[in-house]
């Protein structure tokens, strides 16, 4: 039974991972703004963007270890201080170069912030009650996408820029008031030896790939430059890779990885997580500087893509039951492929209907690919390396979150050079057309993974269909019937699908 206490510890995380959700995606809608602000180019302003996420990506494993090493109190308040203030240094920030160092520091308060907060919610709840008590985190979390690109337009149309940061200030303070009220001190244990050497090869060559992008970006970068730091990147995150699998205590374990099923799962979703995050930032950019749309219109059309993935939410574990994991995370799959591909198209005379019904259609084909890749990556995983595999999905998850928007950047850097060879008379769009379709291929890689999968991934999560006890058969009524029956037993039982879209962040 969750108790008061529980209850509103759950719902103090579920407003922390609003705010760091949300300070991840209403940049997007503001980029053109503040890159007229700052005098940077849009695309350099979506960096903005890339080392927030890419620093939650990176650190987001050594949560576990400095709750080990200083309790989970400590760390948690820790974490909200440091992310208020640096929200309120980034509201202060007179330049590009500031404000991406500020954002680094919310990176690093985000990082502890909600793994810790999570961490101390399940820790104190029992399984039984572990569905109800997710639902209290995930759903305030999955609001602030939903209102972020239009939120993001009316602040910046309206007021300033600089109140995207400083709306932060009143947030962090009543959750820093609240937590400590609520989150009780834990005694420190001796944590295992921090893997200096996978900190230092992943954080450098993850560092190394977000300059590779920025230069890609940079209409006045040397491509000589830029291929020169991108292989520099990629050998140190080969030599990062072969370390975590070596070192007996890796900052990220890569063992789950040799799971079938989780190994897809994880291809697939990061592929698919690329394209996902990096169409909200590209189609501000298209509506904005290439259809001329306010901030605000273009926040009110990008709504549709969230609206989609809110709308479809009830119906996805239905479908999953009904149709299994494989199939829909092919369609799935494949839909954000055609629509990524029908939103390069549209031009500013395509009518507004067309251009909202393929942003929704977009963001319903999304939601029911990340709940299906958030579940059935778990299915195989061995209950002794489910911490370790949860760790690394959510570490994955937030890389590709933040490499989205460096694809981004760089699909366009090539539309732009390569625009010119498509088909017809030359179109203002013709770099967004490249650029989408770029994406498009992406979506179809993570379509070949899904085909990768046995067909009967992630069965033994799925209610198969209700039936009736035979007469005689004991207590009347209905049972789910799932395939995972328990040993020994003459009949199957009864089985929870896990809480959809577990491990969602839109």
């Known amino acids: 039974m969750i108790d008061a206490r529980q209850r509103n510890t759950a719902l103090l995380v579920a407003g922390c991972f609003f705010m760091e959700n949300l300070d991840g995606t209403i940049v997007t809608t503001a980029a053109p703004e503040i890159g007229r602000s700052l005098g940077a180019p849009p695309t350099s302003v979506g960096l903005l963007v890339t080392v927030y996420l890419l620093t939650l990506a990176v650190l987001i494993p050594l949560s576990g270890w400095l709750t080990r090493r200083f309790g989970n109190r400590r760390v948690f308040l820790s974490a909200i201080t440091i992310f208020t203030l640096a929200s309120l240094g980034c509201a202060a920030g007179g330049n590009l170069g500031e404000l991406l160092a500020l954002r680094v520091l919310q990176g690093v308060g985000g990082a502890m912030m909600v793994p810790v907060g999570r961490l101390i919610v399940v820790a104190r709840t029992e399984k039984r009650d572990l569905i109800r008590i997710t639902s209290y985190i995930v759903w305030p979390g999955l609001l602030a996408p939903v209102i972020a690109p239009l939120a993001g337009g009316l602040i ?106 989780y190994r897809a799962t994880e291809t697939g979703g990061f592929l698919f997580w690329l394209v996902v995050g990096a169409a909200p930032f ?34 996805t574990t239905p479908l999953i039951h009904r149709f299994g994991f494989k199939p829909l995370l092919i369609a799935a799959t494949l839909g954000v492929a055609v629509t990524m591909a029908g939103l390069g198209l549209t031009t500013a005379g395509t009518p507004l209907p067309v251009i909202a019904v393929l942003s929704l259609l977009s963001g319903v084909a999304r939601s029911v690919a990340l709940s299906g890749y958030g579940t059935v990556s778990l299915s195989d995983i061995a209950p002794d390396q489910m911490r370790d595999a949860t760790t690394l999905g959510a570490t994955t998850q937030q890389l590709a979150s933040g490499l989205a928007v460096a694809a981004a950047t760089v699909a366009l850097r090539l539309g732009e050079r390569f625009g010119g060879l498509l088909p017809g008379a030359p179109s203002r769009t013709a770099a967004y057309t490249v650029a989408f379709g770029l994406l498009a291929c992406v979506a179809l890689g993570a379509t070949l993974s899904a085909l990768r999968l046995p067909s009967q991934a992630g069965d033994s999560l799925r209610r198969e269909r209700p039936v009736t006890d035979p007469p005689g058969g004991g207590a009347g009524g209905s049972v789910a019937v799932t395939r995972g029956s328990l040993p020994g037993s003459g009949r199957r039982q009864p089985q929870s699908a896990p809480p959809d879209g577990r491990f969602d962040r839109p």
């Not at 400083?166 to 989150?183: E, K, Y």
């Not at 030896?193 to 940079?218: I, S």
Request: aromatic share 8%.
């Open 156 to 261: 910046t149309t309206y007021i300033s820029w600089h109140w995207l940061f400083l709306m932060n200030i009143p947030l962090g303070i009543a959750a820093f008031g609240v937590a400590w009220r609520l989150i009780e001190n834990t005694g420190t244990t001796a944590p295992p030896p921090l893997d200096r050497a996978g900190v230092l090869l992943t954080c450098t060559g993850l560092g190394g790939l977000t300059y590779t992008a920025h230069l890609v970006a940079e209409t006045t970068a040397s491509w000589t430059v830029a291929a020169a730091a991108g292989a520099v990147s990629l050998a140190l995150l080969v030599a990062a890779v072969l370390h975590l699998l070596r070192t007996p205590h890796p900052l990220v374990s890569l063992r789950p990885l040799r799971t079938p099923t």
């Open 282 to 315: 590209l189609l501000p950019l298209l509506f904005q500087t290439q259809f001329g749309w306010s901030p605000v219109k273009s926040g009110s059309v990008v709504l549709c893509v969230f609206a989609g993935n809110i709308a479809i939410k009830p119906a």
